[in-house]
Every structure is written in C-alpha cells, then in structure tokens.
C-alpha cells in the first residue's frame, strides 16, 4: 500500500486516562492527545479572518480479542494566529469512548498530500 506514510510521519498517540462510564462501569472514556506532523496539515484562511484553520477527519478503529469492533469518525481542528509552522507537532486533545474490554486501537488521519498518518494503541483492562 504506496498510501501509507513512512514510520517517521506517523501520528503520536499518548493515552491520557480512562473514566469508566455506563451501567455497570461497561464503558470506558479514553482521554487521548494525537501528534500529527504539521507538514501533513493544509491550513486555510478561517471563516471569521482570525488567523488560520486546519481540519482533518479521524478514523478510529478499536479491535478487541474476540474480534469485536468499533469505527468511529471525527473530526481534528486547529486554529492558529501568524504563519503556520514548517516542523513539529499539532497536538490533539479528544475523548473516546469504547467498550470496557482489552483492545487495540488504531488511529488514522488523512494528509494534505493524501498519505494516510497512523498510530495505535493497546487498552488493557
């Protein structure tokens, strides 16, 4: 798969913490901050004229041991005031939430040069 980027532009992904949720604690709120390079982001003029904007979709995909899984779509948004970066990280906060089961979870992001960014993750409870 020639899409796929190279391992030095993936993303960073760094669990921040759990919550259990829903009836019986069967759920579970996954804090998380996804790095993504800034050279993969396309920064446009915002709506308001404040400054610039960024936005990326983000596929999450949570696959647990019996084979049970979870898609989730969103959306990563970043606003910023002068010109854009050349290097380093966006950093992304988001919340997830999942089942309250061991699962690996992967995430994905689109590129501006349409690569496809990566990273996961292993829940264990």
């Not at 920064?43 to 647990?64: H, K, M, Q, R, Y």
């Not at 290097?87 to 496809?116: E, I, N, P, W």
């Amino acid at each position: 798969i020639d899409r796929l980027a190279p391992e030095d532009k993936r993303l960073v992904v760094q669990v921040e913490g759990t919550k259990e949720t829903g009836k019986r604690n069967r759920e579970v709120e996954v804090a998380v901050t996804l790095g993504v390079p800034v050279e993969a982001l396309s920064f446009s003029a915002a709506p308001d004229g404040a400054g610039l904007l960024a936005e990326v979709p983000l596929a999450i995909l949570a696959l647990d041991r019996e084979g049970g899984r979870s898609e989730i779509a969103s959306r990563l948004r970043v606003a910023i005031q002068g010109a854009p970066p050349t290097q380093g990280l966006a950093r992304f906060h988001t919340t997830v939430k999942l089942r309250r089961v061991s699962q690996r979870v992967v995430f994905t992001v689109q590129s501006a040069d349409g690569r496809y960014l990566w990273a996961e993750t292993e829940l264990t409870f």
